[in-house]
Nanobody, 123 residues
Framework: QVQLVESGGGLVQPGGSLRLSCAAS????????IGWFRQAPGKEREGVSC????????YYLSSVKGRFTISRDNAENTVYLQMNSLKPGDTALYYC????????????????WGQGTQVTVSS
């Protein structure tokens, strides 16, 4: 069955790093845009980053530019989000999502979602 599974979350101190993975099974990610979203308790879900299937365009939330890097490995059917210089404000449940189209900043535009992986940044 079609499935997306996020992993790599955890608890880190401010300034630390994490690498999130989004592994797909049951289908290939080659032709999809892949977005990362996050949601903290009591806050709206926000788009963090997205990469188009062609690699021609990459997008980042302004607050994570220069700190986060999105990438994809089609051979492994996996997308990644490298997160450096983490801040307490990055604490959230992080989701990956796919869209049979180009990147969008709206979660409602995406078709498939993973279950999320928790990122907690605290000292």
């Amino acid at each position: 069955q079609v499935q997306l599974v996020e992993s790599g979350g955890g608890l880190v101190q401010p300034g630390g790093s994490l690498r999130l993975s989004c592994a797909a099974s049951g289908f290939t990610l080659d032709n999809y845009a892949i977005g990362w979203f996050r949601q903290a308790p009591g806050k709206e879900r926000e788009g963090v980053s997205c990469i188009n299937s062609s690699h021609s365009r990459v997008y980042y939330l302004s607050s994570v530019k220069g700190r986060f890097t999105i990438s994809r490995d089609n051979a492994e059917n996996t997308v990644y989000l490298q997160m450096n210089s983490l801040k307490p404000g990055d604490t959230a449940l992080y989701y990956c999502a796919t869209r049979w189209a180009r990147c969008s900043g709206f979660g409602s535009d995406y078709e498939s979602w993973g279950q999320g992986t928790q990122v907690t940044v605290s000292s």
